[in-house]
């Protein structure tokens, strides 16, 4: 359980004390520091604990990563100077960050179909494989597709600090 301090505002402190007894006449031992949260928060008028949290939105903190130039650097190599993928990558970090400059090409919340897609691939890398590229943005949820493969779409999401210098560098 999280310690992030979330306001609860008891406008009738009266009707919070009914509220409370009547939920812990009802128990039959004493309830524990989860359940606790949520007759509290019952008790404030919300559905549950969640409910209380999803009200005030509170954003939670991301720990980000400081930006790793040197892997930025040696992804750059990976393209050339028109900014086209000329060879596949051998290590799987390095792929996934080439593959994000092949994501931020495509539309965004655009639907395309399988011809649109290759020709959008084959368009920004010079090493024949459009295939093998739109499987691996698909494994790595880059891009979705229908059941049946007519459909792909762009999946929005924001690349991670190095994929973003990269594109940056790049484009």
């Given at each position: 359980m999280s310690r992030?301090?979330?306001?609860?505002?008891?406008?009738?402190?009266?009707a919070?004390?009914?509220?409370?007894?009547?939920?812990l006449e009802d128990a039959e031992r004493i309830p524990s520091h989860v359940e606790m949260l949520n007759l509290l928060a019952k008790?404030?008028?919300?559905?549950?604990?969640?409910?209380?949290?999803?009200e005030h939105d509170i954003p939670q903190k991301?720990?980000?990563?400081?930006?790793?130039l040197k892997r930025v650097k040696k992804a750059v190599r990976y393209f050339d100077l028109n900014g086209?993928?000329?060879?596949?990558p051998k290590k799987h970090n390095q792929r996934v960050?080439?593959?994000?400059?092949?994501?931020?090409?495509?539309?965004?919340r655009?639907?395309?179909?399988?011809?649109?897609?290759?020709?959008?691939?084959?368009l920004n890398h010079s090493f024949c494989d459009h295939t093998m590229l739109r499987r691996w943005l698909v494994d790595?949820?880059?891009?979705?597709?229908?059941?049946?493969?007519?459909?792909?779409?762009?999946?929005e999401s924001r690349p991670p600090l190095e994929a973003v210098e990269l594109i940056r560098q790049i484009n």
């Open positions: 992030t301090q979330l306001p609860l505002i008891i406008t009738d402190v009266s919070l004390s009914r509220n409370l007894r009547r939920q008790a404030g008028g919300y559905k549950n604990f969640q409910h209380l949290k999803a991301h720990e980000t990563a400081p930006l790793d086209r993928l000329q060879r596949w960050l080439c593959l994000w400059v092949l994501w931020a090409r495509l539309p965004a655009t639907a395309l179909t399988e011809l649109e897609l290759d020709e959008q691939l084959i790595e949820g880059m891009i979705s597709r229908t059941a049946d493969g007519r459909e792909y779409k762009r999946v």
